[in-house]
């Protein structure tokens, strides 16, 4: 029997909330809190409940920025950590399904409509084909949605592809990375591809450069000196972000063989808007030897975050589930 249902996109940064009345899939008092103002999640979701004043819905689904392997959660890039078990009770819900949140968003694709997309290059999508997710925020997710048989919606893939390890293709690059190893020791794909990676690229452009630049402490910082003021070590610090996207989004279309497109989440590419497409992405998108044809033909997609796709997501999550 339908039931109401509280939806959750949970970030480093923000937590984004909705609800669904019973049989209804429209997202209701959708909001937007900021992590950092509540001490804990069960903290966050009632004061979203007494805002929008409803009672603790029977069901709901948290999609989360972390990866989800057993009761305990605790967050990679922030201090939230709960028990599973614990918030269902706290709550009283009948149902509390908890996953990744890329995998949530994976689990959206299928439902986004072309007005919330915007293609950087390549072709026509291949019907069934795989499909690929990645998007950079706080955090950088990986995700897709592979299509066995008897399987027409698609399953999505949970894994934590936004810690391998980042790899150089060019001696520039190879000397910033050196300055993210003596920082952090193992350099992953978010060491680099997120917002705080964007604010280490700029500060280890500086040192590869001798110069001293600007003290940032946000991604919005080096976005502003680049795109407003044409920062020239700002706009090297964000072509590598952009290439460095490009070259895992292009790893990741070769290992899924993902011919039904690759989809960019996340909040920090939409602001960049068209200087995107022409940054060093698509390039490195591409750069595959001898798989670069292959490639060229992958269409990418920016998806717009203001749809809050995730959060649909999280309510197929509770219908799978359910089944």
Not at 100 to 111: G, I, K, R, S, V
């Amino acid at each position: 029997m339908p039931a109401t249902r509280l939806l959750a996109d949970i970030g480093g940064t923000n937590i984004r909330l909705a609800w669904q009345a019973p049989g209804d899939d429209t997202l209701h008092d959708t909001r937007v809190l900021q992590c950092a103002q509540y001490p804990t999640v069960d903290a966050a979701i009632r004061t979203y409940l007494a805002e929008v004043g409803i009672a603790a819905p029977q069901e709901a689904a948290f999609g989360i920025a972390n990866p989800v392997t057993g009761d305990a959660i605790r967050m990679t890039n922030h201090s939230w950590s709960f028990s599973q078990k614990a918030v269902r009770e706290a709550f009283g819900f009948a149902r509390l399904v908890v996953i990744n949140d890329f995998t949530a968003l994976a689990l959206a694709l299928p439902l986004l409509t072309p007005d919330l997309l915007r293609q950087v290059g390549g072709g026509q999508a291949v019907p069934g084909e795989a499909i690929g997710l990645v998007g950079a925020g706080t955090g950088l997710g990986v995700s897709g949605l592979v299509f066995p048989p008897h399987s027409p919606a698609g399953v999505p893939l949970s894994g934590e592809g936004g810690h391998v390890t980042l790899a150089a293709d060019t001696q520039h690059e190879f000397d910033v990375l050196r300055v993210l190893h003596e920082r952090y020791g193992h350099v992953s794909a978010e060491r680099a591809v997120s917002g705080a990676g964007l604010v280490d690229l700029y500060h280890a452009v500086c040192t590869v450069a001798h110069a001293g630049g600007t003290e940032v402490s946000s991604a919005a910082q080096v976005t502003e000196m680049a795109l407003q003021a044409k920062d020239p070590l700002a706009l090297q610090a964000l072509d590598l972000f952009c290439g460095f996207l490009g070259s895992v989004a292009g790893n990741l279309a070769l290992t899924l063989g993902a011919r039904g497109g690759v989809y960019i989440g996340g909040g920090m590419v939409p602001r960049l808007g068209e200087w995107f497409d022409q940054s060093s992405f698509r390039q490195r998108f591409e750069a595959k030897g001898r798989f670069a044809p292959y490639l060229a033909s992958i269409p990418c997609w920016i998806i717009d975050p203001s749809a809050t796709p995730a959060l649909y997501g999280a309510s197929r999550a509770l219908d799978i589930a359910g089944v």
